[in-house]
């Protein structure tokens, strides 16, 4: 089946010089305050689809005296089986902080006060080879896609503030944390103020719109709406 994901393997030198280069590239010659992505290496899911075995990362998994080859079998056998199924989620995490790593360090050569910005769009981070807390040392922010509001239902909320919660406490306190809000037709004025009350409350740094393209201006409106009733600065609406 077509698959909508086309991983860019870690590991891989020239695949680690191709975004190198396009990040370098946007960070010299673009005036840009931020940068921000969601390059996943590594697709959701196990040894038979979730990863990468290519030469590079037999090699990267030798330096770490890791037989990913060998784990590989045994894990197509057993998903489960430890400590190989341990051990390789390990391996695809520190590969992924690495990479992000050569990335940051590239970028702020050349702008050393440019944000480097991860979005995360999924909530299960390990499935994709993702460790919040060893990639933060490379970031500068980190927004949430969270976008429970465009399904117009309240009873679902809560998931907003559960997933805010467990990556406020996974990265800590100070860190800047950013969440997005949903303004699609589909949402409703009431669930944006909602949701801009439950991140506030998780302790963000920032509101960010998703999908503004298509807002109607109550969807917007409930935005500052929702800042003012969580006791947030907002500057007056224009006239």
């Known amino acids: 089946p077509q698959r909508y994901l086309h991983p860019v393997c870690p590991n891989s030198p020239d695949g680690r010089q191709y975004i190198i280069a396009i990040f370098s590239d946007l960070a010299a010659n673009y005036d840009l305050d931020y940068l921000q992505w969601c390059t996943i290496p590594f697709d959701q899911g196990g040894p038979d689809k979730g990863g990468c075995f290519c030469d590079s990362c037999i090699k990267a998994a030798q330096a770490e005296n890791f037989d990913l080859a060998k784990a590989r079998a045994v894990l197509l056998k057993d998903p489960k089986a430890q400590p190989e199924a341990d051990r390789w989620q390990k391996f695809r995490c520190k590969s992924l902080a690495r990479f992000y790593g050569n990335i940051a360090a590239a970028v702020h050569r050349i702008k050393p006060k440019i944000d480097l910005r991860f979005n995360l769009y999924f909530r299960n981070e390990t499935a994709w080879g993702v ?88 969807m917007l409106r409930a935005i500052r709406d929702g800042l003012a009733d969580a006791k947030v600065p907002v500057p007056p609406p224009r006239t």
Not at 147 to 174: C, F, N, S
Not at 208 to 213: A, E, I, K, P, S
């Open 131 to 218: 460790d919040l807390k060893l990639i933060r040392p490379h970031l500068n922010s980190l927004r949430v896609m969270e976008y429970t509001e465009q399904r117009g239902d309240p009873a679902a909320m809560p998931q907003k503030r559960q997933w805010l919660t467990h990556v406020r406490e996974t990265i800590g306190p100070d860190f800047p944390l950013l969440s997005a809000i949903a303004v699609r037709p589909r949402a409703t004025p009431e669930l944006i103020r909602q949701g801009v009350q439950i991140a506030v409350e998780c302790g963000v740094a920032g509101i960010t719109l998703g999908h503004y393209d298509g807002a109607e201006f109550p």
